[in-house]
Nanobody
Framework: VQVAETGGGLAQPGGSLTLSCTVS????????WGWYRRAPGKPREVIAHITNAGTTHYAGAVKGRFTISKDNAKNMVFLQMNNLAPEDTAVYYCNSLPPYDWGQGTQVTISS
């Protein structure tokens, strides 16, 4: 299984970014997919996931600000991030739950 995350970058507090993840080599539509992040000095944590049925779950820190979605036809997972804050600065990863091999991730930096 291979995943490739894109869409990170620098944004100002209160801004928005959309992350994309392309998955290959996996039965995409039957798996639960999630977005994880690793902030500086902290362990990697799952912040949002979406089940094969499309049910979504969010960590408290991002609930109400982030939205996970997927496109089964394109084997893609998305993370719309709104009202970003400096504490959202991290490397963001896409993977299944439980995870397969990790991709490179995409850096998100929130700073004014």
């Amino acid at each position: 299984v291979q995943v490739a995350e894109t869409g990170g970058g620098l944004a100002q507090p209160g801004g928005s970014l959309t992350l994309s993840c392309t998955v290959s080599g996996s039965p995409f539509s039957v798996a639960t997919w999630g977005w994880y992040r690793r902030a500086p000095g902290k362990p990697r944590e799952v912040i949002a996931h979406i089940t094969n049925a499309g049910t979504t779950h969010y960590a408290g820190a991002v609930k109400g600000r982030f939205t996970i979605s997927k496109d089964n036809a394109k084997n893609m997972v998305f993370l719309q991030m709104n009202n970003l804050a400096p504490e959202d600065t991290a490397v963001y990863y896409c993977n299944s739950l439980p995870p397969y091999d990790w991709g490179q991730g995409t850096q998100v930096t929130i700073s004014s």
